[in-house]
């Protein structure tokens, strides 16, 4: 097992930038595939970006392309999400997530085994 925990989250004016982090601690940080779903208030959670075990290969939810960064350090067990232009519909709590493998939808929160207890980025308009 791996067990996740978020930081960095706040509240930011619209434009601005956050920095998310994210420590693993458990098993082989390298082995899993990273990634980060966020859930608003009234609404289902949503896929942001997952990054694969070697780093090599990304996909970024449509609503953050251009804006969102992942990147992840093996030897630190440490994954970031460095979050810029950010909107008013960005605001949500942010979840880090973990999986061994997928089976078929990396979009789909059901695919991915291990969650962090969440961080709150508010982004003020």
């Known amino acids: 097992q791996v067990q996740l925990v978020e930081s960095g989250g706040g509240l930011v004016q619209t434009g601005g930038s956050l920095r998310l982090t994210c420590v693993a601690s458990?098993?082989?940080?390298?082995?899993?595939?990273m990634g980060w779903f966020r859930q608003a208030p009234g609404k289902e959670r949503e896929f942001v970006v997952v990054?694969?075990?070697?780093?090599?290969?990304?996909h970024y939810g449509d609503s953050v392309k251009g804006r969102f960064t992942i990147s992840r350090d093996n030897a630190k067990t440490t994954m970031y999400l460095q979050m810029n232009s950010l909107k008013p519909e960005d605001t949500a709590v942010y979840y880090c997530v973990a999986t061994e493998s997928y089976s078929s939808n990396i979009y789909d929160s059901n695919e991915y085994d291990y969650w962090g207890q969440g961080t709150q980025v508010t982004v003020a308009s």
């Open positions: 458990g098993r082989s940080f390298s082995g899993y595939h």
């Open positions: 990054m694969s075990r070697s780093g090599s290969v990304v």
